[in-house]
């Protein structure tokens, strides 16, 4: 039987997953009652909570019985409260964060790049018959989590050790480029690092052939960055490497990267000659920072919620729509 299905959130992320859907027999709507199954994609909590709580939210104008698959990144407590709020009101709520495989592919949304946890507190055939099949036209590999929650616990941890190697990566090699630039002689000017994992020689080539551009954004991986110190901070633990990796994300979308592919915050460790090629102008930075410092005035900040970028409206921080 073919499902119809009705979508909200990021337009990017429905632009590669619209012709997949088809090809597997899905048909798309715009009219949420008319749906079977309801997908979502959202690069905020604020954004997230309005699609399923708000006055036309999808736990409001769903028709009984309809499958709800959201695949963002938000907390476990997050993910737990759309469940129980979908269970009283006869919806099936699933779970499906996604993650990738390699942040820094030539096409990021290439569905043997994607990973998705399936977690929801419903059995049988809504979702082994109708959800599962659904996530499966979209990632390569789907993995049962279990109940409520641990989609989004899995895919924190993923994201965490993900982005952390990323980084890394980026470092050493904006070190070793720094040292060739900067010495005389002493054949240091012909090294190059050496990548000592499968991962670290994707994103060094990543890098070297600027694969600035792609699917999937840099806003896209601070929302899953920023929803795992989210899950943290419910559970009273810091997170001061993941924070700093935020602040990277923030500093290139500040500059006007929130488009760009997670590769390209490699562009924050080299001039600003190659930035402003890539569109990135680093006059946004002096001009924000320069704003936070005239409110901090002991110079070092409190420490606060906003200060890990997840405060403000938007449920992550700095507003890069204006980017």
Request: a negative charge; glycine letters at 8%; aromatic letters at 8%.
């Amino acid at each position: 039987m073919a499902h119809a299905y009705a979508y909200r959130g990021n337009e990017r992320f429905i632009a590669a997953m619209a012709g997949r859907l088809e090809e597997a027999g899905y048909q798309r709507t715009e009219e949420v009652a008319a749906a079977d199954i309801l997908l979502s994609f959202c690069t905020s909590h604020s954004q997230l909570e309005e699609l399923y709580f708000g006055d036309a939210g999808f736990i409001q104008d769903a028709r009984p019985g309809s499958v709800l698959i959201d695949v963002s990144s938000c907390t476990p407590n997050l993910a737990r409260e759309m469940n129980a709020v979908a269970t009283v009101s006869d919806l099936v709520m699933v779970e499906a964060p996604f993650t990738l495989h390699d942040l820094t592919a030539a096409d990021g949304f290439a569905k043997q790049n994607l990973l998705c946890f399936v977690a929801s507190e419903s059995e049988g055939t809504a979702v082994d018959e109708v959800a599962l099949p659904f996530c499966e036209a979209l990632f390569g590999d789907c993995e049962r989590s279990g109940a409520p929650g641990s989609a989004q616990l899995l895919r924190a941890a993923h994201t965490l050790q993900a982005t952390s190697q990323m980084i890394a990566v980026i470092e050493a090699d904006a070190l070793c480029s720094a040292m060739r630039r900067s010495v005389n002689g002493a054949g240091l000017e012909k090294l190059r690092l050496q990548a000592d994992s499968a991962e670290a020689t994707r994103v060094l080539r990543a890098v070297h052939e600027q694969r600035f551009e792609g699917a999937y954004t840099v806003e896209m991986l601070m929302a899953a960055l920023s929803s795992a110190i989210m899950a943290a901070d419910d559970s009273e633990l810091i997170l001061p490497q993941a924070e700093a990796a935020l602040h990277l994300l923030e500093l290139l979308a500040v500059i006007g990267g929130s488009d760009k592919a997670p590769a390209a915050l490699a562009l924050v460790y080299g001039d600003e000659e190659a930035c402003a090629v890539q569109g990135l102008d680093w006059t946004r930075a002096e001009q924000v920072y320069s704003e936070d410092r005239d409110h901090d005035h002991d110079g070092f900040g409190d420490h606060d919620e906003d200060d890990l970028g997840y405060g403000d409206d938007d449920g992550f921080g700095y507003d890069y729509s204006s980017n």
